[in-house]
């Protein structure tokens, strides 16, 4: 059974870090393409960071510099370090992992808040 779990969320004030993770049982990190995103209440779905199985990171421009994706193999976990966070970052923050459209799954979330 494959299972993904998101930890590391919490209340921050602006302008401080917080370093999200995903640790995966059933399937090896490093052979999918991991992306996490973030969703706030009322609107879109936002990818926010990907790293792929040959360790190529993608960030939009909204996190660029800000947000840092990386991988430890040993550990089977995907981080996501979030520096310099702004009150519009606040979303739950889910972690995905892709390989194909059958071999795809989902974390169940970890809600980042933070204040003004």
């Known amino acids: 059974q494959v299972q993904l779990v998101e930890s590391g969320g919490g209340l921050v004030q602006a302008g401080g870090s917080l370093r999200l993770a995903c640790s995966a049982s059933?399937?090896?990190?490093?052979?999918?393409?991991v992306s996490w995103y973030r969703q706030a209440p009322g609107k879109q779905r936002e990818l926010v960071a990907t790293?792929?199985?040959?360790?190529?990171?993608n960030y939009p421009d909204s996190v660029k510099g800000r947000f840092t994706i990386s991988r430890d193999n040993a550990k089977n976990t995907v981080y996501l370090q979030m520096n310099s966070l702004k009150p519009e970052d606040t979303a739950g923050y889910y972690c995905?992992?892709?390989?194909?459209?059958?071999?795809?799954?989902w974390g169940q979330g970890t809600q980042v808040t933070v204040s003004s």
């Open positions: 995905n992992a892709n390989r194909s459209w059958r071999d795809n799954y």
């Open positions: 059933g399937i090896i990190l490093s052979m999918y393409t």
């Open positions: 790293i792929t199985s040959g360790s190529t990171l």
